[in-house]
């Protein structure tokens, strides 16, 4: 099945850096990639997703990059706030909806 | 108001006994999903269900089952067969176009512990 890894697990940075996840997948199928922000104590939320046939796509602050080649993309956050203090999941899906996911990275926003 | 309920939020359960967790959407999605979330370890699929009456085991169904007898709900029950279950389970749903894969929308989630 889909193996996909995330990097770093924990991620410090200053208020108004910009702060970067990545993962890599396994199955050159995958054409499917999300990603869910997890605040504390409150369910999974999709903040932006990406499927293959593009390479890079922004909403306001956060963006995400596919390379498929190198099996690899990756969700960029800038000018973080502290409300963006949460656990970041990115997943990936060939089909049916059956979402592989990363095991998470904590983000924490310093004042 | 439209979402996905899972109830309750909290359940203790003793060993060697089996034990449902609810999960009912009103989102009118055909596709409805559980999964386990443990420390460091992300979300794992348990099982998943693409229309009522059918259903498929993820990576890690061992020591659970689950119906799907309405579109609505897809219950999933912990047996005593499940070795390690104290975890926190999350139920998701989804459109189903059969082509195109969509955004899943997650329940609040149900922490168990055995004790």
């Known amino acids: 099945g889909e193996n996909v890894e995330q990097h770093p697990s924990t991620l410090s940075v200053q208020e108004g850096d910009s702060a970067v996840i990545k993962c890599t997948y396994s199955d050159s199928a995958s054409n499917y990639f999300p990603w869910y922000k997890q605040e504390l104590g409150k369910r999974p939320q999709l903040i932006i997703d990406?499927?293959?046939?593009?390479g890079e796509k922004k909403d306001q602050r956060i963006a995400v990059t596919l390379n498929k080649t190198a099996k690899h993309f990756s969700l960029h956050i800038t000018e973080t706030q502290p409300e963006d203090s949460a656990v970041y999941f990115c997943a990936a899906s060939k089909r049916k909806n059956k979402l592989s996911f990363g095991a998470g990275t904590t983000v924490t926003v310093r004042a | 108001d439209g979402g996905i309920t899972q109830s309750p939020k909290y359940l203790f359960r003793k060993e060697g006994q089996n034990v449902t967790l609810s999960c009912e959407q009103n989102?009118?999605?055909?596709?409805m999903y559980w999964y386990r979330q443990d420390p460091g370890q992300g979300l794992r699929l348990i099982y998943y269900?693409?229309?009522?009456?059918?259903?498929q085991k993820g990576d890690i169904a061992e020591g659970y089952s689950v119906s799907r007898e309405k579109k609505e709900s897809f219950p999933l029950t912990v047996t005593s067969a499940q070795k390690n279950p104290t975890a926190f389970y999350l139920c998701a749903s989804s459109t189903f176009s059969g082509v195109l894969n969509t955004e899943a929308f997650f329940g609040q989630g149900t922490r168990l512990t055995v004790v």
């Open positions: 990406i499927r293959s046939n593009v």
């Open positions: 989102l009118n999605h055909d596709a």
């Open positions: 269900s693409q229309i009522v009456n059918d259903f």
